[in-house]
């Protein structure tokens, strides 16, 4: 993992993920949740695999994530195993907490990886 965005991500809550539109090729950004673990950000999708930037991802599996004025390009692999995905929510709880996780993500079926390095 380079330091720099490691040192960006130390202590932030969010980061601005940009995807390509599958359907425009257009840059589309917005603020997502992310957790880390070792040299991988993952992130979870709040409607799911109904996500319109998750369905962007599949097609295009490149993105952007920046933070603290420090950004990397990386690829982005769309995690469906459901023990995954219930291991990466499970760190969202410890994160965010249980209460937030269940109010603001309804549909958990999906994650995303990105390798930081």
């Known amino acids: 993992m380079t330091n720099a965005i490691g040192d960006a991500l130390e202590g932030v809550q969010e980061v601005e993920l940009t995807v390509t539109g599958r359907r425009t090729g257009r840059q589309l950004s917005r603020p997502v949740w992310f957790v880390q673990e070792n040299d991988n950000v993952f992130l979870v999708p709040v409607t799911g695999s109904d996500s319109q930037w998750y369905k962007n991802v599949r097609q295009i599996p490149?993105?952007?994530?920046?933070?603290?004025?420090?950004?990397?390009?990386?690829?982005?692999?769309?995690?469906?195993?459901?023990?995954?995905?219930?291991?990466?929510?499970?760190?969202?709880?410890?994160?965010?907490?249980?209460?937030?996780?269940?109010?603001?993500?309804?549909?958990?079926?999906?994650a995303v990886r990105v390798p930081l390095g």
Do not use: C
């Open 62 to 110: 490149v993105v952007q994530l920046a933070a603290n004025g420090t950004s990397l390009r990386s690829s982005a692999t769309p995690i469906t195993d459901a023990d995954r995905v219930d291991h990466i929510v499970a760190m969202f709880r410890d994160k965010y907490g249980a209460d937030q996780i269940a109010s603001l993500y309804p549909k958990h079926d999906v």
